[in-house]
């Protein structure tokens, strides 16, 4: 009997792990036919639990695990494949899918945001409002309840790796250990030597991600239910994939709590600069999502060159390095990958590596010991990234993106001295924050931006300092607990409105707004927030696609305003920049009475003949007296520059020598396929699929044997084709 087992060839970051950060996700397991897999069944109408096992108890290998009545109407199953596609033919299944895999993606940040104002204010208890009687849920790595800073919020938890009520983070002997849930709680309500967003709010643990910071979609859909059981008012997850699609099981679980009255915050992702790469969770229309800005930093530049010719390079601190605070000029030497023999030349230079083979801690340790004053590691891929070291060095470490590494390394070459610059920074987006839009729905993510940047919080050994948008997330989730104390009547839609509607729009270095799927609303003011008496819901609009094939497009959109003001309010919208093409139909200037709300429809009148852009965004203003409110929208001119194809997965099929696939096809394709090539030459092998006119969503396939190719390795180009573009992912497999 062959085996096939995915090898998968990239490397996946998750900040906040007490391991370097070039951490690999093991590789699927070899499944044999008579071993089981587990999957989530979504059912059509609400069943009993007694139905449901009525169903399940027809195919002998399937076994029931979870029944999820309030996170989805549905349950998880294990057993053979084989019986699970018979399972999806029976009348009450909506659809069956595969769990996929999650991973965990303050100080100075808090007043920045005016978290430490709003506390010295009260509530209409008279008492200040620090998030005190807020549930406020964590489902993450777990966390440690006995850290000086967090034992007096810890209320409760749950377990849905182990499967007890000890929510404790992963430690080292057991696994590879975590601290990510622990910090993610700190910027929360950390009450100690360190005070989070909201110090008296209670924490509740669900521990859904374990060693590595790795769970899949049965754990987190069990934490979610939990969640909705134990009735919390918040719910923070900083986790995600890399699949941007709004139809996933826990993009609409969590549009599930919301509807159930949970205002559910997520973290937007760390595959930024590019679009698209927002991923689920993110993707839910209702939850609040939430990408990374900086909050006020002195930031360190490499300058080479002089005039014309000169070059600065932004240096990103490594989570646990020792601080960047090198003053004089010096010389860069190259210094490949950090092993010891490529490091004859250190001594007394700065020392640029390239990252891959090597752990961080690896490199810099290798640096240390070759007399280096600094190590700076430039990435293997595209774009920028997130590293961290287990421990801290004596020397300081940095990471720049790939394309900086390239050209510092031709620098390098020329033996000419480096010298640094410190900047103020601040309301930056981080390069590392995922973008929008999402696929298939055009929605506006992420929602609004909180500072991701260099967060100082609790983690199990005592503080330290990380970075990426699973940080930003729990600052708004703080920030909901300190909204919901002030106003305890609100719904989620009024606290995302609140947020969204008081929220800065950041501006670039060129002075241009950041695009609204970029940044959403902006950078949240907490402060204001508490105060908003002006509420919109949506607080964004995506007018969606333009499907008309000739002639002129109209969209309309409906916007509830409510004044939960003590007097009459008078509103307008201000008439934006003219742009070519685009017509706007706002209301006639209105009035709201306090405590009342007002229903006002927004046209917007496309010829697309007259347009360039693919996609059309920006921000509308509804004018309040002196308060001016922004509210980001979307258009999308034609079949935009989306990935075709994403979530690739692969593994054995239950029949002996089959396989199975799934990927993700956002829009469908006019043509898909899987190819194979020799890993040794690189000819052609064959394909293992491929197919035409494949209708959008998740595409899952069983493959016969005779399709295989013979026992080897091979390189995997899948690609998906539409509207003109197509786009690949690049793996290996090995059959035996």
């Known amino acids: 009997m062959r085996k096939i087992v995915l090898l998968l060839s990239f490397l996946l970051i998750i900040p906040g792990t007490c391991k370097s950060a070039d951490i690999r996700i093991p590789p699927l397991p070899k499944i044999s036919p008579l071993e089981k897999t587990t999957a989530i069944v979504a059912l059509k109408e609400p069943a009993s639990q007694s139905s449901i096992y009525k169903i399940v108890e027809k195919y002998p290998s399937l076994r029931v695990r979870y029944v999820y009545q309030y996170a989805l109407s549905g349950f998880s199953v294990s057993g053979k494949m084989q019986e699970l596609d018979k399972l999806k033919k029976e009348q009450p299944i909506y659809y069956v899918s595969q769990v ?10 808090i007043p920045f945001i005016g978290a430490d104002k709003i506390r010295n204010q009260f509530d209409k208890k008279q008492q200040r409002i620090t998030g005190k009687g807020i549930k406020v849920g964590v489902i993450d790595t777990g966390i440690d309840y006995n850290h000086p800073d967090l034992k007096r919020v810890y209320q409760f938890g749950r377990d849905f790796v182990d499967g007890d009520n000890d929510p404790m983070e992963t430690t080292g002997p057991n696994g590879i250990a975590t601290l990510h849930g622990t910090h993610v709680a700190g910027i929360i309500a950390a009450n100690g030597k360190m005070k989070g967003v909201a110090p008296e709010a209670d924490l509740f643990a669900y521990r859904a991600l374990g060693p590595g910071g790795v769970g899949n979609t049965e754990q987190v859909l069990a934490a979610i239910e939990a969640a909705i059981k134990d009735k919390v008012d918040v719910l923070n997850l900083s986790l995600g994939n890399n699949v941007n699609g709004p139809d996933l099981p826990i993009s609409q679980a969590l549009d599930k709590a919301v509807e159930q009255g949970i205002v559910a915050v997520t973290s937007n992702g760390n595959s930024g600069p590019d679009v698209w790469t927002v991923g689920s969770p993110g993707t839910a229309e209702k ?65 640029l590596l390239k990252r891959g083979k090597l752990t961080f801690d690896e490199k810099v340790e290798n640096a240390e010991k070759a007399g280096a004053k600094g190590v700076i590691i430039y990435n293997n891929t595209k774009g920028g990234f997130i590293g961290s070291l287990e421990e801290q060095k004596i020397i300081p470490a940095v ?5 900086s590494g390239e050209a510092l390394r031709e620098l390098s070459k020329k033996n000419e001295d480096v010298r640094f610059v410190y900047k103020k920074e601040k309301d930056k987006l981080a390069d590392f924050s995922s973008r929008g839009p999402v696929t298939v729905s055009w929605g506006i993510k992420p929602d609004i931006l909180a500072p991701g940047v260099a967060i100082t919080s609790t983690v199990p050994s005592g503080y330290l300092a990380l970075q990426g948008t ?33 929220s800065k729009p950041l501006i670039k270095d060129n002075k241009e707004l950041y695009r609204t799927y970029e940044q959403g609303a902006g950078r949240i003011q907490i402060e204001k927030a508490v105060k908003a008496d002006s509420l919109l819901v949506p607080g964004s609009l995506s007018f969606g696609i333009y499907e008309n094939k000739e002639g002129i497009d109209e969209h309309l959109e409906t916007v509830t305003i409510e004044n939960e ?34 229903q006002i429809t927004i046209g917007l009148q496309v010829n697309p003949n007259e347009m360039d852009k693919g996609i059309y965004d920006g921000y509308l203003t509804l004018l309040e ?90 390189k995997v180009i899948v690609f998906a084709k539409k509207s003109g573009k197509e786009d690949r992912i690049n793996t290996m497999i090995q059959i035996e």
């Not at 950090?338 to 007394?348: C, F, M, N, P, Q």
């Open 565 to 598: 003001g003590k007097t009459l309010k008078h509103y307008s919208f201000a008439i934006p920049k003219r742009e070519q093409g685009i017509t706007w139909k706002f209301p006639s200037p209105f009035t709201v009475k306090p405590g009342e709300q007002k």
């Open 100 to 109: 996929s895999y999650y991973h965990s993606d303050v100080e100075g940040s």
């Open 625 to 714: 007296g002196t308060n001016r409110i922004s509210l980001p929208f979307l258009y999308v001119k034609e079949e935009p520059n989306y990935p075709r194809v994403m979530g690739f997965d692969f593994g054995a099929g239950d029949k002996a020598g089959s396989y199975r696939y799934e990927m993700y096809l956002p829009r469908g394709a006019e043509e898909y396929g899987i190819a194979l090539y020799n890993e040794d030459n690189l000819h052609f092998a064959g394909f293992l699929d491929w197919g035409r006119n494949s209708t959008g969503g998740l595409l899952k396939k069983e493959i016969p044997k005779e399709k295989l190719p013979p026992k080897g390795v091979y």
């Open 287 to 351: 939850a609040i999502s939430v990408g990374a800005s900086t909050p006020p930093l002195q930031v360190p530049y490499l300058v080479a060159g002089l005039g014309a010719g000169k070059k600065e390079i932004r240096l990103m601190p490594l989570h646990g390095a020792r601080e960047w605070n090198l003053s004089f000029s010096g010389e860069v030497t190259y210094g490949g990958l950090g092993r010891i023999k490529e490091l004859k030349h250190a001594s007394g230079k700065i020392v």
């Open 399 to 403: 990471s720049i993106d790939k394309n």
């Open 470 to 502: 699973s940080m930003a997330a729990p600052h708004v989730a703080g920030a909901c607990a300190l909204i919901l104390q002030a106003h305890p009547n609100w719904t989620p839609e009024q606290v995302k409105s609140a947020l969204m509607s008081t």
